[in-house]
């Protein structure tokens, strides 16, 4: 069948097999490789992509659902060849380790930056807990999105203790 939807800002058009998932239909199809498969059913985030700007695991998604909607994934958070300011914080502060997790953590701190540029410490916690790593501790996490936080809003660099 044929599916439009819009990916990364830029209209798409491709015909799909009843039945895909979302997160087939972008690594295998689209080569948009960035997006992780870890559990495979909902249950660890590497998958997360935003689907109209709100965060969803692509491996409990089918490829149909999103036909007339707006995903993003990893690979259209970068502006104009610039790393998004949480992608900035994420490598900075030490966030991201083996890298797995990193995909779907960025696209659900981004998902609450937009919501929310100022979120507590709590907030934070709550927002990213759909999304499991493994080898930071989530410290590095938190202090990454609160860096985001403060750079998305213009605070002076020399609060950026981290
Ligand atoms: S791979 Fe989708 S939630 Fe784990
Ligand atoms: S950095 Fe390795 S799983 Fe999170």
Do not use: W
């Not at 689209?30 to 498969?37: A, Y």
């Not at 380790?97 to 998902?111: I, M, R």
């Not at 410490?121 to 403060?150: D, H, P, W």
């Amino acid at each position: 069948m044929k599916l439009d939807f819009v990916l990364n800002n830029k209209r798409v058009s491709i015909n799909v097999k009843g039945g895909l998932r979302l997160i087939d239909l972008l690594r295998e199809q689209l080569d948009l490789v960035g997006t992780k498969e870890g559990c495979g059913k909902g249950e660890c985030g590497a998958c997360t992509v935003l689907l109209d700007g709100k965060p969803v695991c692509s491996c409990l998604i089918l490829a149909s659902q999103v036909r007339n909607r707006e995903v993003t994934t990893i690979e259209g958070l970068s502006i104009e060849g610039e790393m998004h300011p949480a992608q900035e914080a994420f490598t900075e502060t030490g966030a991201v380790q083996c890298g797995f997790c990193s995909p779907g953590l960025l696209l659900s701190t981004v998902a609450l930056l937009n919501e929310n540029p100022e979120p507590s410490r709590e907030q934070i916690r709550r927002a990213l807990s759909g999304n499991l790593c493994r080898c930071t501790g989530y410290e590095k996490i938190f202090e990454a999105v609160e860096l985001a936080s403060r750079r998305i809003n213009g605070l002076s660099v020399q609060n950026d203790k981290v």
